[in-house]
């Protein structure tokens, strides 16, 4: 670990995946930026993080607004003059009253707004974090893909999995284009994780149960599984690790 305190940023850093991101990074020593669109969220995920001992900040933020992202990076350069480390876990599962429309009846503001949040906010993040990251020389990036990307998925996705299959291609560029300013990008991509925008979702408990049979370990995932995976590329250790996809899909999934 370096003799600096690092910075994190996570975007939707108070949704279900991005707290447990935050708790685990904090609990490397990093101090964490959280943004999110969610004002309440954000106070309960600081609440949690500061309880621990960790230097938090929180930002209200959009990730599909130009200006929004701004605000947040200029905030972060204000009060910890670096950053070392995005997770891009803000996101969307572009539903139409929880249910999964097919492309036949699809509305283009839905598909739209799906890609908007998931692929266009990634790359506003991941656009903003270049500068900062490149004054030391040392970066780490990872975008929340998903197995919907990386195999064949359910009727009714095709927005999510293609705003999600379009995060890889981005990744592996931007990985190529950063590499040599000792910035790593990589793509993490979970199966069925036991959140609020799963639970959101009007899916069967036979679905779910589906998922669990799929996997070679017999569980779903949960918040700490991916987080877990995403603390590892953050560490120096993993500085030969970049334009990947890293699968956490309990087997579920083996390419
Ligand atoms: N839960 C799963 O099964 C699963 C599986 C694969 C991939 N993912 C991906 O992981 C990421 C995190 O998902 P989660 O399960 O924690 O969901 P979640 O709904 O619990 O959290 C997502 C967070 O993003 C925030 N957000 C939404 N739109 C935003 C915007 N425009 N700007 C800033 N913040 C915004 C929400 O307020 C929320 O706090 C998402 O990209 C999701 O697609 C989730």
Redo the contacts with the bound molecule.
């Keep these: 670990m370096a003799d600096v305190t690092r910075i994190a940023f996570i975007?939707?850093g108070?949704?279900?995946?991005?707290i447990a991101v935050a708790q685990r990074l904090a609990q490397a020593g990093m101090a964490i930026a959280i943004?999110?669109?969610?004002r309440d969220?954000i106070d309960v995920a600081l609440g949690t993080l500061r309880a621990g001992g960790c230097d938090a900040l929180g930002l209200v933020?959009?990730?599909?607004s130009e200006s929004s992202v701004a605000a947040a990076y200029a905030a972060i350069d204000n009060r910890f003059n670096r950053l070392d480390v995005l997770v891009n876990?803000?996101?969307?599962?572009g539903l139409d009253n929880g249910k999964r429309p097919p492309v036949e009846t699809m509305a283009l503001g839905l598909w739209k707004q799906t890609l908007d949040?998931?692929l266009t906010?990634t790359f506003l993040s991941c656009r903003g974090a270049i500068p900062l990251m490149r004054r030391h020389k040392w970066g780490r990036m990872v975008n929340?893909s998903?197995?919907a990307a990386r195999m064949r998925t359910g009727l009714g996705n095709s927005n999510y999995a293609a705003s999600k299959a379009g995060l890889i291609g981005f990744s592996r560029v931007l990985a190529s284009e950063v590499g040599r300013d000792g910035i790593t990008v990589n793509c993490i991509a979970?199966?069925?994780?036991i959140?609020?925008?799963?639970l959101s979702a009007s899916d069967s408990k036979a679905s779910f149960e589906k998922n669990i049979v799929e996997t070679a370990v017999g569980r779903l995932a949960e918040?700490e599984d991916v987080a877990g995976m995403i603390a590892f590329l953050c560490t120096d250790e993993a500085s030969f690790v970049t334009g990947t996809i890293m699968d956490v899909n309990g087997g579920s999934y083996m390419p």
């Design positions: 975007t939707g108070a949704g279900g995946i991005g943004g999110d669109t969610d969220a933020l959009d990730v599909t876990c803000a996101g969307v599962q949040v998931n906010g929340i998903s197995r979970p199966s069925r994780v959140t609020a925008m799963t918040p």
